[in-house]
């Protein structure tokens, strides 16, 4: 599913620079200041900030009807829902409303019982054992209407607006007709999805509820029982109140570079709509190495081709490229996030047209195909600069081999420890040597980070369980997936020693995933696995599982296993001959090297100057610069995500 090593090279000589700006503004770092004298914030929002979730129940006459198990349909959904907001946050934004519950007939008859506020589980209850089902279907006014019920996030917040459609049947009403009602909601703001589930239903009344989930940019979960339905209802709620958390200054790119805002380094926020271009400004000096890194995160499961893109780059003058890079999905089951980074890495010479001072342009670009979600994708961006080491310091040799860290590696075993995942860079849960336990759901991507330093190297194998299927779930496969990044965000390929993907059934799969060691002069090597693993800090781990996988597991979630190995001494810095560090227990109560202190070359994850400059605070990681790739940094280059 990748693409292969040497066509990447160009934007990996510096494309992981970008990420590690991004790793330390959302760590201890100053906020870096934005155009407008606003400080680029670095704190974590509240679970669910700016996210809320509407349920629209089917009440309609049909849901009077037995479902096979001498209960009625309407029976089963209020259980359902029940335990739907039995799982949720506490606090979560959550309401109800219901159609055809007031009235035999009317395609009017939508009303909101509980409205969206901070989540109370027994009105939530007491709103659903109420209705009693009556009248006619209006989705497409329902869907409309519980928009409406849906708060816009405040202060700038990006956050998922979900909601939840649950009905036995199709729209009778008409007008408005539910298709173009959600392809409407779908392209107007970023953060809105619908869900549907269908209870018990097919032919038209299914294909009806799968397009309103594809232009709604969200998924359509089957529930042919009670079971089911309570377990796709779990799904479609938790992974709206799971959302990516995101942090950054608000900024709005151009589409064209004459009036593009003029950033500083530091984290930003932005979108994207389909077949758009972002433009964004820098003053750049001769000397400086300079990256960029953009992280676009769709829907979880919304449509996407396998190769819709998202493309990096930084442009110098009349149009003078110094490097592209783009990322894909490489699947088409559905959204994932995406990261695509790019780097200027001035040649020792300076005799490059991108090596000159002046106004540069970073441009970020997305490409979608025909019938994939056309909703604007949220955007974190990050823009930094690195100086050099100090004088006179010698770096260590580059590792560029796997050792004793490629895939016949022994890994620790024993009884996993349990874990929860976060759900970004940002929120990325630490974990050390040992073997951890996590649930997920079907199109849901987990985060991890692992502390790794000078010398060391992250080695780790994700496996996915054993676990009860429905009936014929073993015959459909899903995917399962990890990816590895560096400290800066740069996703590590695998080399050709691991692969990142593997089948999924329901039967157990695993997935052997690593890095070579950590080393200053990796950053000379060509191959893309090897050339971004230059600097110590927190290396990435997530983990997806497929959307199909909803067709296939009986529990709402489904388990999976990391075990995690750090390998090798940690040195006390980049330099040759660097002494090994005294090791500590970190606080998972594992056996490390100490924090990275920079060592005598002043690089290091930790060994941050901050230095003011043009009315902002300017964020520089001393120690980075990257003389290999230079004859190719126009190359673009092709990668997919985790």
Same mark, same amino acid.
């Given at each position: 599913?990748?693409?292969?090593?040497?066509?990447?090279?160009?934007?990996?000589?510096?494309?992981?620079?970008?990420?590690?700006?991004?790793?330390?503004?959302?760590?201890?770092?100053?906020?870096?200041?934005?155009?407008?004298?606003?400080?680029?914030?670095?704190?974590?929002?509240?679970?669910?900030?700016?996210?809320?979730?509407?349920?629209?129940?089917?009440?309609?006459?049909?849901?009077?009807?037995?479902?096979?198990?001498?209960?009625?349909?309407?029976?089963?959904?209020?259980?359902?829902?029940?335990?739907?907001?039995?799982?949720?946050?506490?606090?979560?934004?959550?309401?109800?409303?219901?159609?055809?519950?007031?009235?035999?007939?009317?395609?009017?008859?939508?009303?909101?019982?509980?409205?969206?506020?901070?989540?109370?589980?027994?009105?939530?209850?007491?709103?659903?054992?109420?209705?009693?089902?009556?009248?006619?279907?209006?989705?497409?006014?329902?869907?409309?209407?519980?928009?409406?019920?849906?708060?816009?996030?405040?202060?700038?917040?990006?956050?998922?607006?979900?909601?939840?459609?649950?009905?036995?049947?199709?729209?009778?009403?008409?007008?408005?007709?539910?298709?173009?009602?959600?392809?409407?909601?779908?392209?107007?703001?970023?953060?809105?999805?619908?869900?549907?589930?269908?209870?018990?239903?097919?032919?038209?009344?299914?294909?009806?509820?799968?397009?309103?989930?594809?232009?709604?940019?969200?998924?359509?979960?089957?529930?042919?029982?009670?079971?089911?339905?309570?377990?796709?209802?779990?799904?479609?709620?938790?992974?709206?109140?799971?959302?990516?958390?995101?942090?950054?200054?608000?900024?709005?790119?151009?589409?064209?570079?004459?009036?593009?805002?003029?950033?500083?380094?530091?984290?930003?926020?932005?979108?994207?709509?389909?077949?758009?271009?972002?433009?964004?400004?820098?003053?750049?000096?001769?000397?400086?190495?300079?990256?960029?890194?953009?992280?676009?995160?769709?829907?979880?499961?919304?449509?996407?081709?396998?190769?819709?893109?998202?493309?990096?780059?930084?442009?110098?003058?009349?149009?003078?490229?110094?490097?592209?890079?783009?990322?894909?999905?490489?699947?088409?089951?559905?959204?994932?996030?995406?990261?695509?980074?790019?780097?200027?890495?001035?040649?020792?010479?300076?005799?490059?047209?991108?090596?000159?001072?002046?106004?540069?342009?970073?441009?970020?670009?997305?490409?979608?195909?025909?019938?994939?979600?056309? $909703?604007? &994708?949220?955007?974190?961006?990050? =823009?930094? #600069? @690195?100086? /050099?080491?100090?004088?006179? *310091?010698?770096?260590?040799? +580059?590792?560029?081999?796997?050792?004793?860290?490629?895939?016949?590696?022994?890994?620790?075993?024993?009884?996993?420890?349990?874990?929860?995942?976060?759900?970004?860079?940002?929120?990325?849960?630490?974990?050390?040597?040992?073997?951890?336990?996590?649930?997920?759901?079907?199109?849901?991507?987990?985060?991890?980070?692992?502390? $790794?330093? &000078?010398?060391?190297?992250?080695? =780790?194998? #994700? @496996?996915? /369980?054993?676990?009860?299927? *429905?009936?014929?779930?073993? +015959?459909?496969?899903?995917?399962?997936?990890?990816?590895?990044?560096?400290?800066?965000?740069?996703?590590?390929?695998?080399?050709?020693?691991?692969?990142?993907?593997?089948?999924?059934?329901?039967?157990?799969?695993?997935?052997?995933?690593?890095?070579?060691?950590?080393?200053?002069?990796?950053?000379?090597?060509?191959?893309?696995?090897?050339?971004?693993?230059?600097?110590?800090?927190?290396?990435?781990?997530?983990?997806?599982?497929?959307?199909?996988?909803?067709?296939?597991?009986?529990?709402?979630?489904?388990?999976?296993?990391?075990?995690?190995?750090?390998?090798?001494?940690?040195?006390?810095?980049?330099?040759?001959?660097?002494?090994?560090?005294?090791?500590?227990?970190?606080?998972?109560?594992?056996?490390?090297?100490?924090?990275?202190?920079?060592?005598?070359?002043?690089?290091?994850?930790?060994?941050?100057?901050?230095?003011?400059?043009?009315?902002?605070?300017?964020?520089?990681?001393?120690?980075?610069?990257?003389?290999?790739?230079?004859?190719?940094?126009?190359?673009?280059?092709?990668?997919?995500?985790?």
């Amino acid at each position: 599913m990748r693409a292969r090593d040497d066509h990447r090279r160009t934007a990996t000589a510096g494309a992981w620079i970008g990420g590690a700006l991004l790793a330390l503004v959302a760590g201890a770092l100053p906020a870096a200041a934005v155009p407008g004298g606003a400080p680029a914030t670095s704190e974590t929002p509240p679970p669910g900030s700016g996210s809320s979730l509407v349920m629209v129940l089917d009440s309609s006459g049909s849901m009077g009807d037995d479902d096979s198990t001498g209960r009625t349909r309407m029976e089963s959904a209020r259980t359902a829902v029940g335990t739907v907001v039995d799982g949720l946050p506490d606090g979560y934004p959550t309401g109800l409303r219901v159609y055809g519950a007031d009235r035999p007939r009317g395609c009017t008859d939508t009303t909101l019982v509980q409205p969206v506020q901070r989540l109370d589980r027994e009105a939530v209850k007491r709103a659903v054992a109420a209705v009693q089902p009556k009248g006619d279907t209006p989705i497409g006014l329902s869907l409309q209407k519980a928009a409406e019920d849906l708060p816009r996030p405040a202060g700038g917040a990006i956050g998922t607006r979900t909601i939840l459609l649950i009905s036995d049947g199709e729209d009778n009403c008409g007008t408005p007709q539910p298709c173009e009602v959600a392809e409407r909601l779908g392209k107007e703001g970023v953060g809105l999805r619908i869900d549907t589930v269908g209870f018990q239903v097919k032919g038209a009344a299914r294909e009806q509820l799968e397009c309103i989930a594809a232009a709604g940019n969200g998924r359509y979960y089957d529930a042919p029982d009670a079971e089911a339905l309570a377990r796709q209802l779990q799904r479609a709620s938790q992974l709206s109140a799971d959302g990516y958390r995101f942090r950054g200054a608000r900024v709005e790119g151009t589409a064209t570079g004459a009036a593009a805002p003029v950033l500083v380094p530091g984290q930003y926020l932005d979108t994207i709509g389909p077949g758009e271009k972002r433009y964004y400004a820098v003053d750049l000096d001769a000397a400086s190495t300079v990256d960029f890194s953009a992280t676009a995160v769709p829907q979880p499961g919304a449509a996407v081709d396998t190769f819709d893109a998202l493309r990096t780059g930084i442009v110098y003058g009349t149009g003078s490229s110094c490097g592209t890079d783009t990322a894909h999905f490489y699947q088409k089951e559905g959204a994932t996030p995406l990261t695509s980074a790019v780097a200027r890495i001035p040649a020792e010479k300076g005799n490059h047209a991108c090596d000159r001072a002046g106004r540069y342009w970073l441009v970020v670009e997305r490409e979608s195909k025909k019938g994939s979600d056309a $909703a604007p &994708w949220p955007l974190e961006l990050l =823009y930094g #600069v @690195e100086a /050099a080491l100090k004088k006179g *310091v010698t770096p260590a040799q +580059s590792q560029p081999g796997y050792g004793k860290g490629g895939k016949d590696a022994v890994l620790p075993a024993g009884d996993p420890r349990d874990v929860r995942g976060g759900t970004g860079f940002n929120d990325a849960e630490e974990l050390g040597r040992g073997v951890w336990r996590d649930r997920i759901l079907p199109s849901q991507t987990l985060w991890y980070k692992v502390p $790794a330093g &000078w010398g060391q190297q992250v080695r =780790y194998d #994700v @496996e996915f /369980a054993n676990e009860p299927t *429905v009936e014929r779930g073993t +015959s459909t496969y899903s995917y399962g997936a990890t990816q590895l990044f560096t400290p800066a965000r740069f996703p590590l390929t695998g080399g050709g020693e691991f692969t990142s993907t593997a089948m999924y059934n329901g039967r157990p799969s695993a997935i052997r995933m690593g890095g070579v060691p950590v080393a200053w002069t990796n950053r000379y090597e060509y191959r893309s696995h090897v050339q971004p693993v230059h600097a110590g800090g927190d290396f990435y781990i997530s983990v997806t599982l497929g959307a199909r996988a909803a067709d296939i597991a009986e529990n709402p979630q489904i388990g999976v296993v990391l075990r995690v190995s750090v390998l090798g001494d940690e040195l006390a810095g980049p330099e040759h001959h660097a002494p090994v560090l005294a090791k500590k227990a970190d606080k998972k109560g594992n056996s490390s090297g100490a924090e990275d202190s920079g060592g005598t070359g002043g690089a290091g994850w930790t060994g941050i100057a901050a230095a003011a400059g043009a009315g902002a605070v300017v964020v520089v990681i001393a120690g980075l610069v990257s003389v290999r790739g230079r004859r190719r940094r126009a190359t673009q280059t092709t990668r997919g995500s985790a």
